[in-house]
């Protein structure tokens, strides 16, 4: 089940008056380590949803990127492999002007100078912010080529990313030897393995955290289908999606989540993550409990 039939089933959004007040709140950014540099901490990821360059993919790409923009995100992340979207983005952000408002990271799946032309191509820019390999797989990987494409100005940060548990202990070799500038990981309220070893030698090292697969692959979304948001939770939390995406910028290490979404009202509920308070540990550990009863 989508998320836009879960919405449905469920009486769609409901506006209330602490969803106003929360939306007149700071918004929340977070400091890139190795530099200081801040971003806005809830994006926009592209896998599966941007994936066909059609009148149709580009035009629900233009609403859910003016979206982000003016709910006050920036990071839009994206892969060479996702189908088309480096080539849905790039016509949809030049023909909106909106290229110098973004912090664009995609991914190459290897060192190649050739995918990385394409990439920019299809990007149609001249550089990206954060450049990463995707889905590393050898503990000896270097990171050599993405550093000298740093220094030509094709990037700003270079990083590293994994959705396979399996890989893990590459991961974080590599984050120890190369100490690229972000790791991004699969990390959700179901799934958060990321939290015993990844999360603190990212801290160690000073390196950005992106969290792929925030809603755990729709799991999270399927598992509360038909529940209310318990009174609890609506301290800090408007919508089941804030709940989700709030327990993982509850944990400072985390620079950004990155939902994919091709519905730009999702996309403004996931931005009101960014709004209003943060649940502290002892909540935290209580959404933990939530889930694991479910």
């Avoid at 050739?114 to 990463?132: C, F, H, I, N």
């Avoid at 403004?268 to 933990?288: E, F, H, K, T």
């Amino acid at each position: 089940m989508s998320r836009r039939d879960f919405a449905a089933l469920a009486g769609g959004f409901l506006v209330s008056t602490r969803a106003v007040a929360q939306t007149e709140t700071p918004l929340l950014t977070r400091a890139i380590p190795g530099s200081g540099e801040r971003i806005p901490a809830v994006g926009l990821g592209t896998a599966y949803v941007f994936d066909e360059n059609n009148e149709a993919t580009r035009s629900k790409a233009d609403a859910v990127v003016k979206a982000l923009v003016k709910s006050g995100g920036r990071l839009i992340d994206t892969a060479s492999t996702y189908g088309d979207a480096e080539s849905v983005l790039g016509e949809v952000t030049t023909t909106a002007g909106l290229r110098d408002e973004l912090f664009i990271a995609t991914k190459l799946e290897s060192p190649d100078p050739e995918e990385l032309k394409r990439s920019l191509a299809r990007l149609k820019t001249k550089g990206v912010d954060l450049l990463q390999l995707h889905n590393v797989r050898s503990k000896q990987q270097s990171l050599q080529r993405f550093r000298d494409w740093k220094k030509q100005g094709m990037c700003r940060y270079v990083g590293i990313t994994s959705t396979f548990h399996r890989d893990y202990s590459v991961v974080e070799a590599v984050l120890e030897r190369e100490k690229p500038d972000f790791v991004q990981i699969d990390y959700s309220l179901d799934n958060r393995g990321a939290e015993k070893a990844i999360l603190p030698l990212a801290a160690e090292i000073r390196a950005g955290v992106l969290t792929a697969l925030p809603y755990g692959n729709g799991r999270l979304f399927r598992a509360v289908h038909g529940k209310e948001l318990p009174d609890w939770a609506r301290v800090f939390a408007n919508s089941w999606g804030q709940f989700f995406l709030k327990y993982l910028l509850g944990d400072p290490r985390v620079t950004a989540v990155i939902p994919g979404t091709s519905n730009p009202g999702h996309m403004v509920d996931n931005a009101g993550a960014m709004r209003g308070p943060l649940p502290d540990p002892d909540q935290r550990r209580q959404m933990v409990e939530f889930v694991e009863a479910l």
